[in-house]
């Protein structure tokens, strides 16, 4: 597996992201602590020079697993809104993030973006067709320029439907679309996967992206995920993707960057693989 820092130009201070500021820094950081890839989180794609930050990262052999996109979400863009218009501009937003994803090689995640669907039952059948029309619509649009959608169960606080990997593997499936995987975020599933081990190993073969993260949102080794039965469910599976650490930046960034790290290796270094 390869593991990856999280960085965003900005971000709020409640974002589980450990990098804020330049990019060029978080690539810089990234490579001299040994890691393997950066995640880049971005509000609008045209903040970045995806050809300059494509050179970086092959300067710095450096790769982008994924692009995380739900600062979109500030601005009231998901794909489950009653009004279409918004959805439009909410596809408009993702078609965005796949033309930098072709450019850097990386995937784009598809995690707040999706909405919420409300409680009223006519309502919510609408709203998750609008959801599924939206998503297949960027799959349809990423398949030909090669990049890969991760559809990401996110806990029942943050979100109204999709809590488990099960739950989105079913639309994995109804989609049909090859393009199209799972993102398993440690965080999420400690709130609502009943044995996260189990989980990972069904969901295996859809697995694409993992965000590693401690169940108090640090870097891993710093709360009580079991990190040896989740690596060593992964291991099993065969999943060969990236470990990101999508985590707050606990004590300061450098210093979670070196602890997460460490703790992860440690961790691989017991296993049987
Ligand atoms: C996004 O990957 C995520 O996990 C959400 O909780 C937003 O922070
Ligand atoms: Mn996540």
Avoid at 91 to 101: G, S, Y
Avoid at 122 to 134: G, H, K, M
Wanted: aromatic share 4%; charged share 20%.
């Amino acid at each position: 597996v390869k593991i990856a820092l999280t960085a965003a130009l900005a971000a709020p201070a409640s974002a589980p992201l450990l990098w804020r500021g330049p990019l060029e820094s978080a690539f810089r950081l990234a490579a001299d602590l040994g890691y393997d890839g950066v995640e880049v989180h971005l509000r609008e794609p045209g903040e970045v020079d995806g050809a300059a930050l494509a050179r970086l990262a092959r300067e710095l052999g450096l790769g982008v697993p994924t692009l995380g996109t739900g600062m979109a979400v500030a601005e009231g863009l998901t794909f489950s809104d009653p009004d279409a218009a918004v959805r439009r501009r909410a596809v408009a937003r993702i078609r965005a993030h796949i033309e930098l994803a072709a450019e850097l090689g990386s995937g784009v995640t598809i995690g707040l973006v999706r909405g919420r669907l409300g409680q009223e039952p006519q309502a919510r059948r609408a709203a998750e067709a609008a959801f599924l029309d939206s998503l297949d619509e960027c799959c349809r649009a990423a398949a030909p320029v090669g990049v890969t959608l991760f559809l990401e169960p996110l806990n029942r606080y943050e979100c109204d439907y999709l809590y488990t990997l099960d739950e989105a593997a079913a639309v994995v499936e109804r989609l049909g679309a090859e393009n199209l995987k799972l993102l398993a975020d440690t965080y999420h599933m400690n709130i609502e996967e009943a044995d996260m081990a189990a989980s990972l190993r069904r969901v295996g073969r859809q697995l694409g992206h993992v965000h590693l993260v401690d169940s108090n949102r640090q870097v891993p080794g710093h709360g009580h995920i079991d990190l040896r039965a989740i690596l060593q469910a992964l291991a099993d599976s065969g999943y060969a993707g990236y470990l990101s650490f999508e985590a707050l930046p606990l004590p300061e960034p450098q210093q979670a960057a070196c602890a997460g790290l460490r703790a992860v290796r440690e961790a691989l270094a017991g296993l049987q693989i």
